[in-house]
T-cell receptor, first 113, second 115 residues
Framework: AQSVTQLDSQVPVFEEAPVELRCNYS??????LFWYVQYPNQGLQLLLK??????LVKGINGFEAEFNKSQTSFHLRKPSVHISDTAEYFC???????????FGAGTRLAVHP | DTGVSQDPRHKITKRGQNVTFRCDPI?????LYWYRQTLGQGPEFLTY????????KSRLLSDRFSAERPKGSFSTLEIQRTEQGDSAMYLC?????????????FGEGSRLTVL
């Protein structure tokens, strides 16, 4: 079955600390992979995407992710988080030929002062 | 603002009533998607339109749900005889056809509470 698994439902972290949000995908989905962020009371916004090429992808707000085909992973990282990064983060994979996305359950990142 | 807009943002209804949500996509986008998001879960795909044609429906979309996009612009999602299990955030997204850039542009969602 097609699936995207986010291994942590919540990640608490102190401001200016590094963070990694983990995502694994099943090999039955395509390797078009995405991270979206959802701030409170806002719609989902694209953080970054991997379609092909370099396995290290840089996105907005200082986030980056690394595609690892052998481990079927696409973990999201930021070297130093800010309070404003507090949000829900969703990993997604494209399924089918028309941009249909399958989402993971989400990881709530809580940045504390 | 030229993003995806959804209306209403919040709807509270009693079990058994019908509700309708509207989505206005980004004007040049010909693909439109509906997703449902429940607490603690990621968005789940419901249905997809390319222009006015509904090309895929999820098994999550029971017979009580119907979606339309009559002129290939705005879309409506109607839920008939609502049940408490229908309580969720209903998200609309749009994108351009062609290529596989995969980026969906989401609205802020319509939150449904069924009492």
């Amino acid at each position: 079955a097609q699936s995207v698994t986010q291994l942590d439902s919540q990640v608490p972290v102190f401001e200016e600390a590094p963070v990694e949000l983990r995502c694994n995908y099943s090999s039955s989905v395509s390797v078009y992979l995405f991270w979206y962020v959802q701030y409170p009371n806002q719609g989902l916004q694209l953080l970054l995407k991997y379609l092909s090429g370099s396995t290290l992808v840089k996105g907005i707000n200082g986030f980056e992710a690394e595609f690892n085909k052998s481990q079927t992973s696409f973990h999201l990282r930021k070297p130093s988080v800010h309070i404003s990064d507090t949000a829900e983060y969703f990993c997604a994979a494209q399924s089918g030929g028309y941009n249909k996305l399958i989402f993971g359950a989400g990881t709530r990142l809580a940045v504390h002062p | 603002d030229t993003g995806v807009s959804q209306d209403p943002r919040h709807k509270i209804t009693k079990r058994g009533q019908n509700v309708t949500f509207r989505c206005d996509p980004i004007s040049e986008h010909n693909r439109l998607y509906w997703y449902r998001q429940t607490l603690g879960q990621g968005p789940e795909f419901l249905t997809y339109f390319q222009n006015e044609a509904q090309l895929e429906k999820s098994r999550l979309l029971s017979d009580r749900f119907s979606a339309e996009r009559p002129k290939g612009s705005f879309s409506t999602l109607e839920i008939q005889r609502t049940e408490q299990g229908d309580s969720a955030m209903y998200l609309c997204a749009s994108s351009l056809a062609g290529g596989n850039t995969g980026e969906l542009f989401f609205g802020e969602g319509s939150r449904l509470t069924v009492l």
